[in-house]
């Protein structure tokens, strides 16, 4: 069995408008309501009726860096993985990473330039809501 896409992101230069586009477009709720203002949408609330969707995520680019479109895997070993993608041709970008409490990852280049990312989560989905709701307190 292969690895999941597990997550996207559409990072740009201005996070809050990218934010509000996307949210007006396509009706997300994004909870950017933390220490990286990264938009989250979280992936209960925004499936289609047969409950297919995945969850993901709109911010702001560091600075001096345009931003990108792109989807995340998730892996066991973000080290492995991004040697791997080398291994077999592509480039990596960073990483890894360590982004948040538990949350590490990882960016490379395919062969023709498409930029893919990987991610190792050591919490669960509930366990990161509570680390959410908890920061937010």
Not at 3 to 17: M, P, S
Not at 67 to 80: K, L, N
């Amino acid at each position: 069995m292969g690895q999941a896409v597990v997550h996207f992101e559409v990072i740009g230069k201005d996070g809050e408008k990218l934010q509000r586009y996307y949210s007006d477009l396509f009706g997300w709720e994004i909870d950017s309501d933390n220490e990286m203002n990264y938009g989250v949408v979280q992936r209960d609330g925004n499936v289609d009726a047969d409950g297919v969707g995945i969850g993901g995520g709109v911010g702001g680019a560091p600075e001096g860096y345009d931003g990108h479109v792109t989807f995340y895997i998730g892996v066991p070993d973000v080290e492995a993985a991004l040697a791997k993608a080398e291994s077999l041709g592509g480039s990596r970008m960073m990483g890894p990473d360590k982004v948040m409490e538990g949350i590490e990852i990882g960016l490379f280049n395919d062969p023709e330039g498409h930029l893919v990312g990987v991610v190792n989560t050591t919490m669960s989905a509930s366990e990161m809501e509570v680390s959410s709701t908890t920061e937010q307190s």
